[in-house]
């Protein structure tokens, strides 16, 4: 069985650093891709960034485009995302997901297990 343990959240100022953290455990082949995603208060779910665990390719959306960065440690286990030149409007509980099939989803109804959520709070 998958499990995915995130940590790493808290509170930024605008224009500063973050780096989230997931751990994941279980059988390998359940995890093709990961991803991050985040739900900004009273707003939908929305993709963040993902990787191809093996072929170790990348996925972002627009919004996080040059200022974030997804990657992941083979040996260890764990996805990053490195969160640079945060803005307010990236506040929101970031979720990390996995995938047992090939390709990176931005929906997340095509992900198979989540984490439980970090808070990420960016003041401006």
């Known amino acids: 069985q998958v499990q995915l343990v995130e940590s790493g959240g808290g509170l930024a100022q605008t224009g500063g650093s973050l780096r989230l953290s997931c751990t994941a455990s279980?059988?390998?082949?359940?995890?093709?891709?990961m991803a991050w995603f985040r739900q900004p208060p009273g707003k939908e779910r929305e993709f963040v960034a993902g990787?191809?665990?093996?072929?170790?390719?990348?996925q972002y959306a627009d919004s996080v485009k040059g200022r974030f960065t997804v990657y992941r440690d083979n040996i260890k286990g764990t996805l990053y995302l490195q969160m640079n030149f945060l803005k307010p409007e990236d506040t929101a509980v970031y979720y990390c997901?996995?995938?047992?099939?090939?390709?990176?989803?931005?929906?997340?109804?095509?992900?198979?297990?989540w984490g439980q959520g970090t808070q990420v709070t960016v003041s401006s």
């Open positions: 279980g059988p390998k082949y359940s995890m093709s891709v």
């Open positions: 990787i191809r665990w093996r072929e170790n390719t990348t």
């Open positions: 997901a996995v995938r047992s099939a090939i390709g990176i989803h931005t929906i997340p109804v095509m992900y198979d297990h």
